[in-house]
């Protein structure tokens, strides 16, 4: 259960709030006025667009990025034409605003939405507590031969024709 719960959460958030910003600066770009009931319009219609994500995530295909325009085709004109649809029927623009705001929309936020639920839907690795052992310095030979012992000092110290006697 919470498997659909928390992806349809966040992408109802994602919708939202994208959607909202949409419609506002939109309408009041393109007709000098606001709708009434924006909010609630935007609620609505984002809830159908999240709910349509969450069905295609539980399906198996996600609306991601990679994935839009190469194997899940179908899905994603399937997605355009709710898009669109839901711009020109609920948030109340005119059919060709709709058509090219709503697909605009869908393509930069779909992908920016699902890569979200991705990442937070994902266990996190957990991590385990090793037990630190401090580096102990080197105070002897580091030469693969063994144990050398250094010439003592009073060796150094005699002439080479001493040595050879």
């Known amino acids: 259960m919470a498997t659909f719960i928390w992806p349809l959460l966040i992408y109802w958030l994602v919708m939202f709030v994208a959607c909202f910003i949409v419609v506002e600066v939109g309408h009041d770009q393109l007709y000098d006025e606001v709708t009434p009931h924006a909010g609630l319009k935007v609620a609505g219609g984002s809830l159908l667009i999240a709910i349509l994500l969450t069905?295609?995530?539980?399906?198996g295909v996600p609306a991601s990025l990679e994935t839009m325009f190469t194997t899940n085709l179908i899905w994603t004109l399937l997605?355009?034409?709710?898009?669109?649809g839901v711009f020109v029927l609920?948030?109340?623009?005119?059919?060709?605003?709709?058509?090219?705001i709503g697909l605009a929309t869908m393509l930069l936020v779909t992908g920016l939405a699902t890569m979200g639920v991705d990442?937070?839907?994902k266990p996190s690795a957990r991590t385990t507590q090793k037990a630190v052992v401090p580096n102990q310095p080197v105070r002897h030979t580091i030469s693969p031969g063994g144990t050398a012992a250094p010439a003592p000092a009073a060796e150094k110290a005699r002439p080479a024709t001493e040595k050879a006697r």
């Not at 069905?55 to 399906?59: L, N």
């Not at 609920?90 to 090219?100: D, E, R, S, V, Y």
């Open 55 to 59: 069905v295609y995530r539980a399906k």
């Open 119 to 121: 990442s937070l839907m």
């Open 90 to 100: 609920i948030f109340q623009f005119h059919p060709w605003h709709g058509l090219g």
């Open 79 to 84: 997605q355009a034409i709710v898009w669109a």
